[in-house]
T-cell receptor, first 111, second 111 residues
Framework: RKEVEQDPGPFNVPEGATVAFNCTYS??????FFWYRQDCRKEPKLLMS???SGNEDGRFTAQLNRASQYISLLIRDSKLSDSATYLC????????????FGKGTKLSVKP | ETGVTQSPTHLIKTRGQQVTLRCSSQ?????VSWYQQALGQGPQFIFQ???????GRGNFPPRFSGLQFPNYSSELNVNALELDDSALYLC??????????FGSGTRLTVV
């Protein structure tokens, strides 16, 4: 079983749609959780951290369920510029921590 | 504040050759991690350097090796290149393993 698993893509949605991405992780020792965005042939960039209480940043809402080892990202009112690959990421934490990436889910927002 | 810079941006090597990739960490960061991202996959952790010592390693063979210098810049060396080593190699720097910033990567093609 992979450490971080994501919904298979691609997701093709019209502008204005709401889209949800799901992710599960296998290691209960994971301490930090993130969503990264990666544009084609570019480096990953941090979209947002994910907390148990849930957090929102404009049109983006992230949720963490530690009991189910499940992470989600909701994008409301999709824009053409949201088209990218979204990577679910966990970190075991501390100075020896490293980022464990999911395979990514590709989103294409169409006019 | 300068970000993470990687060189070269693109590289073509022949199977069996050796390659060295370079990374300058973001100012103030003392930890450098290297990732390999094959086409259509998420980044995979290779290893991490903290204060000039290897501080964690992923599932990569010994022909993948690295260095970190006193100024916290880093090198990734790959010996006996194989076709499957073709990938985007990403460097990420952080302070004590918190808040990773990625470079734009080196795209390596092995022919």
């Amino acid at each position: 079983r992979k450490e971080v698993e994501q919904d298979p893509g691609p997701f093709n949605v019209p502008e204005g749609a709401t889209v949800a991405f799901n992710c599960t992780y296998s290691n209960s020792a994971s301490q930090s959780f993130f969503w990264y965005r990666q544009d084609c042939r570019k480096e990953p960039k941090l979209l947002m951290s994910v907390y148990s209480s849930g957090n929102e940043d404009g049109r983006f809402t992230a949720q963490l369920n530690r009991a189910s080892q499940y992470i989600s990202l909701l994008i409301r009112d999709s824009k053409l510029s949201d088209s990218a690959t979204y990577l679910c990421v966990v970190n075991y934490g501390g100075s020896q921590g490293n980022l464990i990436f999911g395979k990514g889910t590709k989103l294409s927002v169409k006019p | 504040e300068t970000g993470v810079t990687q060189s070269p941006t693109h590289l073509i090597k022949t199977r069996g050759q050796q390659v060295t990739l370079r990374c300058s960490s973001q100012s103030g960061h003392n930890t450098v991690s290297w990732y390999q991202q094959a086409l259509g996959q998420g980044p995979q952790f290779i290893f991490q350097y903290y204060r000039e010592e290897e501080n964690g390693r992923g599932n990569f063979p010994p022909r993948f090796s690295g260095l970190q210098f006193p100024n916290y810049s880093s090198e990734l060396n790959v010996n006996a290149l194989e076709l499957d080593d073709s990938a985007l190699y990403l460097c990420a720097s952080s302070l004590e393993g918190n808040g990773y910033t990625f470079g734009s990567g080196t795209r390596l093609t092995v022919v």
